[in-house]
C-alpha cells in the first residue's frame, strides 16, 4: 500500500513560502535600529534631517533567481547605506569644484569651493543586521503561520 503525500508536500511548501513572506516584510522594521543615525546639522538654514537611511529601508518586490523564487529583497537604496557600511577613503568634496560649499565650522559659517574629506571608518552593520533581522523575523513567522491556514 502507498501513500500520497503530495497535498502534504504542497501544503508544506505553500507555508515555508508565506512564512518567508512574512519574514520579509518584517525585516525593515528590525534593520531599522541598527542603522547609523546621523547629527542634525548646527547650521540653522540646512534642510539635513537624520534618519533618511533608516526610513530608506524597505522591502522590494519578489523577485527570481533561475527559478527559485524570495518573497522580496530587503534594501536601503541611499548612498550613506554603503558610505556607512564599508567607509570611504580621503576625497574631495566636490569632486568637481564647481559648486560652493557652505557649513557650520567652529561656531561660524563658512565657505569653500571643496574641502578634503579624511574619509570614515566602516562600521559594518548592513550584513551583521539583516542575518540578525531575517533569523528573528523568519523564527516569529514560523511561530505565527499556523499549517492549516494555506
Keep these: 500500500m502507498t501513500a500520497d503525500a503530495s497535498r502534504l508536500r ?5 507555508w515555508a513560502l508565506q512564512v518567508q513572506t512574512d519574514a520579509v516584510e518584517a525585516m ?3 534593520i531599522r535600529p541598527s542603522a547609523p543615525l546621523g547629527k542634525p546639522s548646527e ?3 540646512s534642510s539635513y534631517v537624520p534618519g533618511a537611511l533608516r526610513a530608506a529601508i524597505a522591502v522590494t518586490s519578489p523577485v527570481s533567481n533561475g527559478g527559485t ?3 522580496g529583497r530587503v534594501s536601503a537604496p541611499v548612498p550613506q547605506a554603503v558610505y556607512t557600511d564599508r567607509g570611504t577613503e580621503p576625497h574631495r568634496i566636490p569632486k568637481d569644484g564647481v559648486k560652493l560649499l557652505r557649513f557650520p565650522w567652529r561656531g561660524a559659517i563658512v565657505y569653500r569651493m571643496h574641502v578634503d ?3 570614515t571608518t ?3 552593520w548592513w550584513e551583521p543586521a539583516v542575518r540578525a533581522a531575517y533569523t528573528q523575523a523568519l523564527l516569529a513567522a514560523a511561530v ?6 494555506v
Excluded at 504542497?10 to 505553500?14: F, N, Q, S, V
Excluded at 505565527?144 to 491556514?149: I, M, Q, V, Y
Design 10 to 14: 504542497d501544503g508544506l511548501a505553500r
Design 28 to 30: 525593515p522594521d528590525l
Design 43 to 45: 547650521d540653522p538654514e
Design 69 to 71: 523564487r524570495f518573497p
Design 117 to 119: 574629506h579624511p574619509g
Design 122 to 124: 566602516a562600521q559594518n
Design 144 to 149: 505565527d503561520r499556523e499549517l492549516s491556514t
